[in-house]
């Protein structure tokens, strides 16, 4: 009995040997596809991707002839910006180099068939269109024609637009009544169409040189001094019609710089800003 017993035990297979042939057995099983799982992983070298540039701001600077437009025009093309114009000629009054860099648009603000044109492609629009004359066409130029274009450029999809509008001067507002009527009436218009967008600056007296025909005019010689004096008599400016006349001029360059920013800048609040507030801003570190 005990020779049988222990021919069963030596003829059974050890538990470890069974072990071992169960994953054996296992391993073949999984291992049917071999070429895919006994191979090394393989990892693919990815595509080149093609990314498209950035691109451009485009600025459309509504009276890039006059004093002021001529200024923004050049600081925007000073930062590398496509920057068009809307002139009746469609080129340049003005014989400075930098001009023919300008893309220039013949038409008039009035018309909605040459602003359609002259927006195409455009990311902000930068608007210092006024004039000076009777009440009716200052109405017209400074509030009608800025307003025909705040809607054009809102149906176009326009992203951000800058108005130069014009401090308030106490008694002077009322000797300008058209003038500023119609400032304020393309501000309220800018505000309903680009209330995210849209930014007002309020400047009073713009000195600088301004370019009459081939004459230069150094308005810096009275603008600088009056700045310097009246930019800490701000409090004084707050007495009732009298007081805004005390508001500081503003360099032109400053207000091209504040300009092209609000115009680039996502950014910069929406809003009015009056000279102080442009002073603040002609700051690269300003917030």
Same mark, same amino acid.
């Given at each position: 009995?005990?020779?049988?017993?222990?021919?069963?035990?030596?003829?059974?297979?050890?538990?470890?040997?069974?072990? /071992?042939?169960?994953?054996?057995?296992?391993?073949?099983?999984?291992?049917?596809?071999?070429?895919?799982?006994?191979?090394?992983?393989?990892?693919?070298?990815?595509?080149?991707?093609?990314?498209?540039?950035?691109?451009?701001?485009?600025?459309?600077?509504? &009276?890039?002839?006059?004093?002021?437009?001529?200024?923004?025009?050049?600081? /925007?093309?000073?930062?590398? *910006?496509?920057?068009?114009?809307?002139?009746? =000629?469609?080129? =340049?009054?003005?014989?400075?180099?930098?001009?023919?860099? !300008?893309?220039? +648009?013949?038409?008039?603000?009035?018309?909605?068939?040459?602003?359609?044109?002259?927006?195409?492609?455009?990311?902000? !629009?930068?608007?210092?269109?006024?004039?000076?004359?009777?009440?009716?066409?200052?109405?017209?130029?400074? &509030?009608?024609?800025?307003?025909?274009?705040?809607?054009? /450029?809102?149906?176009?999809?326009?992203?951000?637009?800058?108005?130069?509008?014009?401090?308030?001067? &106490?008694?002077?507002?009322?000797?300008? %009544?058209?003038?500023?009527?119609?400032?304020?009436?393309?501000?309220?218009?800018?505000?309903?169409? *680009?209330?995210?967008?849209?930014?007002?600056?309020?400047?009073?007296?713009? +000195?600088?040189?301004?370019?009459?025909?081939?004459?230069?005019?150094?308005?810096?010689?009275?603008?600088?001094?009056?700045?310097?004096?009246? %930019?800490?008599?701000?409090?004084?400016? %707050?007495?009732?019609?009298?007081?805004?006349?005390?508001?500081?001029?503003?360099?032109?360059?400053?207000?091209?710089?504040?300009? !092209?920013?609000?115009?680039?800048?996502?950014?910069?609040?929406?809003?009015?800003?009056?000279?102080?507030?442009? %002073?603040?801003?002609?700051?690269?570190?300003?917030?």
């Amino acid at each position: 009995m005990r020779t049988l017993l222990s021919r069963l035990i030596h003829s059974t297979p050890s538990l470890s040997r069974l072990n /071992a042939m169960a994953m054996s057995k296992n391993v073949r099983t999984l291992s049917t596809d071999s070429n895919t799982v006994d191979e090394p992983f393989k990892v693919r070298e990815a595509g080149t991707v093609n990314v498209p540039p950035p691109l451009t701001e485009k600025l459309l600077v509504l &009276g890039g002839n006059g004093f002021v437009g001529s200024h923004i025009c050049r600081e /925007a093309l000073d930062h590398g *910006f496509t920057v068009a114009s809307l002139s009746r =000629s469609g080129k =340049s009054s003005l014989h400075d180099s930098w001009a023919s860099n !300008v893309a220039w +648009y013949k038409g008039s603000i009035l018309s909605t068939d040459s602003l359609k044109e002259a927006l195409n492609g455009v990311t902000a !629009v930068i608007s210092c269109v006024g004039g000076f004359g009777s009440n009716s066409y200052m109405y017209k130029i400074n &509030g009608t024609a800025n307003i025909n274009a705040i809607r054009a /450029a809102a149906e176009q999809g326009v992203k951000r637009f800058v108005y130069i509008s014009a401090a308030d001067f &106490g008694v002077i507002n009322y000797l300008l %009544q058209g003038y500023y009527e119609g400032k304020r009436a393309a501000e309220t218009e800018l505000l309903t169409k *680009f209330s995210y967008g849209g930014i007002i600056l309020r400047p009073g007296f713009i +000195y600088g040189t301004r370019s009459v025909g081939s004459a230069k005019i150094p308005l810096g010689v009275i603008g600088y001094p009056l700045e310097m004096v009246l %930019q800490h008599a701000k409090p004084l400016s %707050q007495i009732p019609l009298v007081g805004p006349l005390l508001t500081p001029p503003v360099n032109v360059t400053a207000v091209a710089k504040v300009a !092209v920013r609000a115009a680039t800048d996502p950014a910069f609040p929406p809003g009015v800003l009056d000279v102080y507030g442009i %002073q603040r801003y002609n700051h690269p570190k300003s917030k």
